[in-house]
Each structure stands twice: as C-alpha cells, then as structure tokens.
C-alpha cells in the first residue's frame, strides 16, 4: 500500500541516553519523514508523516539497526490522522507520565572520544571528562527518570556556547548527550598530597604519575567509586598496599591502558579481547603468562590475574598520552576501601577514609550518585560467565519469561544484589556487598531507593532467602510495612535464576545442581550439594551429598584443615599426621574438634559441596587456612587445571535405596584421596582426579533423576569453577542433556534475587 500517511510509534527498551533520538532524526530526515520524536518516562515516542513504504523502511531500520547501546524491547506503530507540517523535531523531555524508561548502564570511553583526547587539534584534546551519546557515567550521575541533565550529577556545570551547540545539534556526536562538558565548562581534575597540598590538572597528573612511579599508593576517582592503584610490577607497593588494606591474599585486579598492554600479561583469543575491550570494560579472569610483568604479590598462589583496560578518559591521560613521560604498564586497581567496607565514593569520604591507604589523591568534582564496582567476568568454553554483575551492566534489565506483580527481592547475605521486576522486566542493583557491616546495610537502603527511582517500580511483594537470620531477610521484614514477605529456598533460587535466564516459563521442571557454600535448608542443616527436581512453583531434593558436621560453624570455613578431618572421620579414616590436613591442626584444637564431633556439640550438619572442595584442597596439601571466600578450591582448581587425570580412579558412592533424597557418600573417595597423599601423587593430579569425580557424579545423577526433563540446570557458588563448569558441561551434553548455565547473572549469591522474584511470584 502507498499513499502519504501517519504513524504514532512507541519504542520500549533502553533509548536514553544511548543517542537514540539523534538516530531516529538522521534516519526519518534521510527517509524524508517529517514528525518528532520524543522521551518519555516508557522509552521514546515518534511521529512520523511521509509515505507509507517509506515509513515502513524506517521502522525496519528502528528494529534492525538502532545505535549500539540502545536495546530495543518493542516498537508498536499505530496510524493516525495526517497532519502536514515539514522537517523532523527533536522535543525536549516531558514530565513524566508514570511508564517506565530504563536508563543507560555507564559506557566505556569510545573510539571517537578517545582520539579528540589525543588530538592536539580537537578542542577536547587532554580533556579528562570528554563522553558522547555514545559513551560515558549513566548509572552513577542520574538520579532519577526521565533522563535529562537537570537529573544528573551534571546539572551544576552549564554548558559553554561550544558545548551547547553540539548538544542541540542533531547531527553531532553529542546531541542530547547529558553529560556533555568541555575543558571550558566541564569538571576539574585536582591531584590532592598526602599534606593536603592541592594541584592542578595537569602538573597533578605529572605528580600523579610520578607517585605511582615511585611506588607510592594513589587513590583515584572513578566512575563508581575511588580504587587504590599502584604499580602492579612493583613488589612493594604491591605488598605495602596489602598491608594498609589488611587484605590478606585476595587477588588484586591490574588495569592496563589497552590491549597489547593486556597481551603482556595473558593469553588472550578473540573471545577475551572483545570482553576486555567492549563498553562495559568488566574485569576478565584470564590465565596469567608465566613471563608477565606483575609481581607475585597482585595474585599470590593464583593462576589467574584479573585485567581490565582502562575505561575512563581519566584513566588513560593517568597511563599517558604518546607525548607523557609514562607511568606503570600496569595498574593495580582495587576499590578504595578497607577490606569488607564499601567502596568510596564521596570525596571527603574517600579523603578521610582512605587517608591511611593512599599517598595522593586524583580527585575531581563531578559527584558520584551511588557506588558501583567493577564487573567481574570469566570464560567458559567461550561463553561469558558472570563473576560479579556490576559497573557496565546494572541497570540493564533482564527479560522475565513471565509477567509479575511490582516485587522487591532482596537476594542473599553473601556479594549481595537485590532486584526489582514489574511485568516482564527485571532490574538488579549492582554490587553491594557482604551484608555484615552497618556501612553495607546503608549501602543496601540507598541502591534501593535509588533503583526505585530509576525504575519506578512500587513494590507489592518482598521476596527474601528462607534464612532466619540473614540480615537481608531482616531488613524485607524491617521494611515490608504490611506488604508480604515470601521466603523462598536458597539453592531453588539459584535453579529458578538460571532458569529465568534462559526464559523458561516453568511449565516443565528442570534438574538443577545446586553446588555452593552456604545455604538454609528447611531441614536446619547447612545445604549446599544438592539435586533438585524443580519449576518457580517447587522443588522435589532428589539427592543431597551425606551430612558431615560442620563443627564450629564459620571457623571450619575459614580453617579448611577442620573440614578435612571431619570428613575423615565421617569415612571411618583416623587422624594420622602424615595427613596435611591432620598436621595442621593443634594437637589441644584437635581434642575439641574430636569432642564436638563424637558428641556433635557446636556442630551443625551440612551436605556443602563448597566444604567438600575445602576438605580435599586441605588433604592434598594445597591450602589449610583461607583468607578469603572459596580461597581453597580456588587454588586447588588452578592447580588441577594443567594435570592429566588419568583414568577416573575416584568415585562417589549413590545411595537410592533410602527414604527420601538418594545419599552421596564421598567416604570411598576420600579414602582414595589419602592413598593418593600417601603415593606422593601430585596435588594437582590428585585435584584433577577429584574434578573428574565429581563431573561424573554429575551426569549419573542427571540420568538417574532427569526423568520427564532433558534440561539440566547448573548453578551455585561453585560453578564459578571454570574447570569444573566447562567440563561438566561438555559432558553433560555429550550424553544428550539440555544444559542451562548462567550468562546474564553469576552463578553464586549475586544471582540469586533473580531467581527469588520468579519463585516468589509462582506459589
Ligand atoms: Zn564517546
Ligand atoms: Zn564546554
């Protein structure tokens, strides 16, 4: 049909702030349409007037090619009436109609932005703040929608004459682009001494490269928060870092200016260069080479190094144009905090908190609204798996495959991150943390209210982990207000999160592995290795790794050596000191620990395939005391990474004959494990050995229990095993098994308010 005609058209997704509308003016004007388009609280609103097969390529176009960081959820066009009228408006935002617009994460410094930074003839050349449609803080600057400057962090710096014709120019870069600034009109880059002494831009950032040079520690402000950086080839102020950080051994990531830089350090393929260097910039878990330039301090007893480039323009004018005398190759970047804190965001919080962490201060004063950490991401067979879902990421929503009611699920006590979903969106916070501190809590409270703003959703329903007494299911109760609290299970909200990834509507149940830590069981025991049958509506425990005794609770998960020895002496294996584990431990811990497990006092049952990682890390040797979460099985997985196996000489022992979920005994393994010690195998091979066990435990139970399902649902903490996940997955699918692993969310508690909402929402 031709002939000259209207349309109204409504686009949903994510088109603020990406240069959505400079898109939509080039494309109808290059159609010869004329109209306006417009933001509005549910995404943009278009009119157009031309021809009818000319609107209609200009839809095709709408759907199949908006600008890069717009996510296009839905178009609907309706006719109207024909009102004449020449060339193409741009409107400015409206007030808010009480839809929904879902606002831009923050964008890495794009190519276009980064050569006027290094272009002595662009007026932005140096300039420590340049952005564009297409790049710069979202998340972090606006406080509420619709997305305008006057709602952001921006809205006390004018616009000079230069920027302000760029921005209502709807051919240029910048049209539209809130953040927009210039040397003239934008923030200031101040470097702050350690004597309070202040400097400006650019002999600050001379001063600034040299501390770092020196072996100084420099705090600097980022996009979400303040890191703490020194040269990460320098043993110590690596060391001296940890030291004020109290940080134990917990790998430090290294922030590189781009990726030849990246290629020094690790191997990377075509997958892990478009991780590292696509706009969310997260930290990629790459294999470290042996020859790489970092000192063994960044990541003690790790195989693996953290890397990101930088993202920031601040952070390349810190590594250094062609012309600057260069700082570091290589950045340490950890978040501006003591350890376990928030990380700082405020200025005269970070100069006063981080006063005894770092040595000088690059600092500026274009506000941070929330704190936001770094993303954090590894490879599985060359799929992405989310570590850490955070800077980059939060607050894209996530596709619901089910409608639901306005929902606040407030995910777990451990690498918290709470959501909001209203009908078939989903919106997680970033990263807040361990929910153990009072500065968390307050952190929890204000990206609430926040995501509220953002999203406009007024939750009817909390959602919160089964657990008593996690902090976050207190604070649903504490905030609830007369609105429903429904408890859902830990590990069914890790298989329903996986689930909704992967858009499963529930009307079929999946077999889930959910292997972790730490999770409430209705039972009162720790659970944590366990095989459910499940939909959102329920769950069915197939099967359960055996009790152990936990003895002492959280001290046996920092000691791995305890949790050895309980399960040595749930297999009938006596405590001999040629056993590391056995060694380890005091001979006056040892009597209180075989007292608490002959009369089960101070002890609480748990079926953790975490724990159980822990025990045969400890009993090959690897690693007896941890100082950080999962230190154990981390290590021994890097170990097992590079060692053959051989054949598959360890074994699980499944009980089916019982009442109630089959029981999987490791008592025959472990007592391979300590033949093995006792051989002189390799920890490595005696890790590698384990993997595979544990691989092949997973598939039998699958064909055992995946009846009236083909579809396996992987997730849990310990998933996060690249090992473990790859292999598991390759021969799941080997023997014919659907597999749904995670991609949007990560496999332990950060993903697990996810799943909470569509439990929640299903009874
Ligand atoms: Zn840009
Ligand atoms: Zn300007």
């Excluded at 001379?206 to 080839?233: E, P």
């Excluded at 943390?433 to 959703?457: I, K, Q």
Aim: proline share 7%.
């Amino acid at each position: 049909m031709t002939g000259r005609c209207r349309q109204r058209i409504w686009v949903h997704g994510v088109v603020q702030g990406v240069g959505f509308r400079p898109f939509v003016y080039t494309t109808a004007a290059a159609a010869g349409l004329s109209g306006s388009v417009r933001n509005d609280s549910s995404g943009a609103i278009i009119e157009v007037e031309g021809e009818r097969d000319h609107i209609d390529g200009f839809l095709d176009r709408l759907r199949d090619d908006p600008p890069p960081l717009a996510v296009i959820e839905a178009v609907e066009a309706r006719d109207i009436p024909i009102v004449g009228g020449t060339g193409f408006r741009i409107v400015d935002t409206s007030r808010s109609d009480g839809g929904r617009t879902l606002v831009s994460p923050d964008v890495a410094m794009c190519a276009d932005c980064e050569s006027e930074q290094r272009n002595p003839a662009n007026r932005r050349y140096r300039h420590a703040f340049v952005n564009c449609t297409n790049c710069g803080p979202r998340f972090t600057i606006i406080a509420g929608v619709p997305y305008d400057r006057a709602a952001t962090t921006m809205a006390d710096f004018p616009m000079c004459a230069d920027c302000a014709d760029e921005y209502a120019d709807p051919t240029d870069r910048r049209f539209h682009a809130q953040p927009v600034c210039c040397p003239h009109c934008g923030p200031t880059l101040t470097y702050l001494e350690g004597s309070g002494h202040r400097i400006g831009a650019e002999h600050g950032l001379r001063r600034a490269r040299q501390l770092l040079r020196d072996g100084g520690i420099l705090a600097v402000k980022g996009i979400g928060g303040y890191h703490l950086a020194c040269d990460a080839a320098n043993d110590g102020a690596v060391s001296e870092l940890r030291r004020r950080k109290r940080r134990g051994d917990k790998p430090f990531a290294v922030m590189v200016a781009d990726l030849p830089a990246a290629r020094a350090l690790c191997g990377l393929d075509e997958s892990s260069e478009r991780l590292l260097s696509g706009p969310q910039r997260p930290i990629v878990l790459l294999a470290r080479s042996p020859s790489a330039p970092v000192a063994d301090s960044v990541a003690p007893h790790n195989p693996d190094l953290g890397v990101m480039l930088a993202y920031t323009p601040l952070h390349t004018l810190l590594f250094g144009l062609p012309d600057d005398e260069p700082g570091p190759a290589a950045l340490v970047m950890t978040s501006g905090n003591l350890g376990g804190e928030p990380i700082c965001y405020r200025d005269d919080d970070a100069v006063e908190r981080l006063s005894h962490l770092a040595d000088g201060w690059l600092m500026h004063d274009r506000p941070i609204l929330v704190p936001c950490d770094d993303s954090v991401v590894r490879l599985v067979s060359g799929s992405e798996l989310p570590i850490r879902r955070s800077r980059g990421y939060a607050p894209l929503p996530v596709a619901l495959p089910m409608s639901v009611p306005p929902t606040l699920a407030v995910g777990a006590d451990l690498k918290n991150t709470m959501a909001v979903a209203e009908g078939r969106y989903a919106w997680l916070s970033q990263h807040i943390g361990d929910m153990d501190d009072l500065a968390t809590l307050s952190a929890f409270d204000s990206a609430a209210t926040h995501l509220g703003a953002l999203t406009g959703v007024h939750p009817e329903v909390f959602v919160a982990d089964a657990h008593p007494r996690y902090r976050s299911t207190s604070w649903a109760h504490r905030n609830a207000g007369g609105r429903p609290v429904r408890p859902v299970q830990h590990h069914h909200a890790h298989i329903a999160a996986v689930m909704a990834e992967h858009g499963l509507d529930g009307s079929e149940q999946v077999l889930g592995f959910a292997f972790d830590g730490t999770g409430y069981g209705p039972d009162g025991a720790i659970w944590g290795g366990e095989v459910l049958l499940a939909d959102y509506k329920g769950f069915r425990r197939m099967a359960q790794l055996k009790y152990v005794s936990l003895p002492g609770g959280d001290i046996s998960v920092l000691r791995p050596y305890r949790m050895a020895m309980s399960h040595l002496w749930a297999a009938g294996v006596s405590w001999a000191d040629d056993l590391p584990p056995v060694n380890a431990c005091p001979a006056d811990e040892r009597a209180v620990l075989l007292h608490q497990l002959e009369t089960g006092l101070g002890c609480v049952r748990t079926s953790s395939m975490g724990r159980l990682f822990d025990a045969v890390s400890a009993l090959a040797g690897v690693r007896q005391v941890v100082d950080y979460e999962a230190q154990a099985a981390i290590e021994l997985e890097g170990l097992s990474r590079s060692a053959d196996s051989g054949v598959l000489r360890y074994r699980f022992d499944v009980d089916l004959t019982v009442d109630g979920p089959a029981q999987v005994d490791p008592a025959a393994l472990l007592r391979a494990v300590v033949d093995d010690v006792r051989n002189g195998v390799p920890a490595g091979v005696i890790g590698a050995r384990f993997h595979a066990a544990v691989v092949r435990l997973i598939v039998e139970l699958a064909a055992e229990f995946a009846t009236g399902t083909n579809t396996v649902a992987l997730s849990g903490g310990v998933f996060q095993n690249a090992l473990l996940a790859g292999i598991t997955l390759t021969t799941l699918r080997d023997n014919g098994f659907e597999v749904i692993t995670h991609r949007r969310v990560p496999p332990n508690d950060g993903g697990i308010a996810l799943g909470q909402l569509m439990v929640g929402n299903s009874g």
